[in-house]
C-alpha cells in the first residue's frame, strides 16, 4: 500500500536494528483517515472469503481493526490483555509474547463472542516473531472458528514471523512489508497489496 509506505518514510523513526516506531499515527496517535484506508483494503481483499468477525489484539491492532469492520460491516473483537472482574465465565486464553515489550502477556476473548459459524479475520499492526498471531489464532480454534486469514499493516519481513504462521497453514496479507533497516532507514520489500 503506497500510501502507508511513504507515511512510514515520512513519519517513522527507526530505533536500534530491528524497532520501527510509528506513533505520530498508529500506535499512539491515530490517523483515521489512513486507518480509514487501510481497512477498505483488507476488506477490498477478503470481501468473498465470508468473514463474519474481525479479531485483534489491544491497544495498537484496534484503529486498523475496527475500520476493517466497518468496511465488512462485521463486528470487531479484541483480546484483553489483561482480565478483568466483569469476564467470569466462558473465558478463551491464550499466552502471548510481545517482542516490543519484553513481556509474556495471557490475552483473552469472552467465548460467546466467537462461535464454530464464524469465519474470522484477524488484523494487527505489525507482524515481526508472530506470536500475538498464533496466540490470535489458537484462541479462535479453541472457540471452532476458521480463521480466514491474517491482515498486517506493517511487517517486518527480516524476522520470522510470516514464516512461523503460514507453516501453520495461515493466509498472511501485509500492507507494508520491510525488507531490513539501513543506516537507519526502511528499505521495502514489495508489499501482498
Do not use: C
Request: proline share 1%.
Amino acid at each position: 500500500m503506497k500510501q502507508l509506505e511513504e507515511r512510514i518514510l515520512q513519519d517513522g523513526h527507526v530505533l536500534g536494528e530491528n524497532i520501527l516506531k510509528v506513533d505520530s499515527f498508529l500506535t499512539h496517535q491515530v490517523d483515521f483517515q489512513l486507518m480509514k484506508e487501510i481497512g477498505q483494503t483488507f476488506a477490498e481483499y477478503f470481501q468473498s472469503a465470508g468473514i463474519t468477525k474481525v479479531v485483534t489484539i489491544e491497544a495498537s491492532g484496534i484503529a486498523p481493526a475496527i475500520y476493517t469492520a466497518e468496511a465488512l460491516n462485521v463486528p470487531m473483537i479484541f483480546a484483553k490483555k489483561a482480565k478483568n472482574i466483569t469476564m467470569l465465565d466462558g473465558i478463551l486464553t491464550a499466552e502471548v509474547y510481545s517482542f516490543t515489550k519484553q513481556v509474556t502477556s495471557t490475552v483473552s476473548i469472552a467465548s460467546k463472542f466467537l462461535n464454530n459459524r464464524d469465519r474470522v479475520l484477524i488484523v494487527d499492526d505489525f507482524l515481526a516473531n508472530g506470536q500475538a498471531a498464533k496466540g490470535l489464532v489458537d484462541i479462535i480454534q479453541q472457540a471452532g472458528a476458521e480463521v480466514e486469514g491474517i491482515g498486517i499493516v506493517i511487517e517486518k519481513s527480516f524476522q520470522d514471523g510470516r514464516t512461523l504462521l503460514e507453516k501453520a497453514g495461515q493466509k498472511v496479507v501485509s500492507l507494508a512489508r520491510i525488507e531490513h533497516f539501513e543506516n537507519g532507514k526502511v528499505v521495502f520489500k514489495e508489499a501482498d497489496l
